[in-house]
């Protein structure tokens, strides 16, 4: 099956600094990635999705200059939490979906296996 | 439009009971519907899906869903709990006839499996 690769699974930084969260497809080519937010409460947030060679796509009330995601090949999606705050502490889980798939259109996902993010 | 529902945060069960995680969903057109697992502090790994076909849909670790149409329901069942069946369930929906190919989740069914 398709994997994805997330790194680093877990970041401690200091606040105001930056930090890159590194997303891959280690054995499909995905056009299309998604990057989401794990709040304690369980709850999946949809922040973004990351479409190769092209802008962002961002989900309403997501701060486009605090998450910068960058897909710059069809293997790699990255998310940049720019000046980061204690607020912004949490798990963040990337996706793909295999576009040469059978179930490309279904909505089927692969999931990366998250970065806890933890700002000081 | 799509959506989903969780109706429980937590479901307890005694190991070697069946188990059952509930999940409603609302599309205009056909559902494409997926369950997933979470463990602690990972990512979310596929269970199953039900696209068309057989209501009664088999997936990994012994668990299965059925697709009632009538009832807008994919419940997620095992006929026998273990322990390290406790994890973080989600269910989630894609509406055929959506100009959107991405899926919305539920909020997560918490399965805690007692010994």
């Known amino acids: 099956g398709a994997v994805v690769s997330q790194h680093p699974s877990r970041v401690i930084c200091k606040s105001g600094t930056s930090v890159k969260i590194e997303c891959r497809s280690l054995?499909?080519?995905?056009?299309?990635m998604f990057w989401y937010r794990q709040f304690p409460k369980k709850s999946l947030m949809l922040m973004a999705t990351?479409?190769?060679?092209?802008?962002?796509?961002?989900e309403q009330g997501v701060e486009k200059d605090k998450f910068l995601i960058n897909h710059a090949s069809l293997t790699l999606s990255t998310l940049t939490v720019t000046s980061a705050h204690p607020e912004d502490s949490s798990f963040y889980i990337c996706s793909a979906r295999d576009y040469r798939a059978p179930g490309m259109n279904t909505g089927e996902l692969f999931f990366g296996e998250g970065s806890r993010l933890t700002v000081l | 439009a799509q959506s989903v529902a969780q109706p429980e945060d937590q479901v307890n069960v005694a190991e070697g009971n069946p188990l059952t995680v509930k999940c409603t969903y609302s599309?205009?057109?056909?559902?494409?519907l997926f369950w997933y697992v979470q463990y602690p502090n990972r990512g979310l790994q596929f269970l199953l899906k039900?696209?068309?076909?057989?209501?009664l849909v088999k997936g990994s670790y012994g668990f299965e869903a059925e697709f009632n149409k009538s009832q807008t329901s994919f419940h997620l069942k095992k006929p026998s709990a273990l322990v390290s069946d406790s994890a973080l369930y989600f269910c989630a929906v894609r509406d055929s006839s959506g100009g959107s190919y991405i899926p919305t989740f539920g909020r997560g069914t918490s399965l805690i499996v007692h010994p």
């Open positions: 039900y696209i068309t076909g057989d209501n």
């Open positions: 599309v205009s057109g056909n559902p494409y």
């Open positions: 054995d499909f080519q995905a056009t299309t």
């Open positions: 990351s479409n190769e060679g092209s802008k962002a796509t961002y």
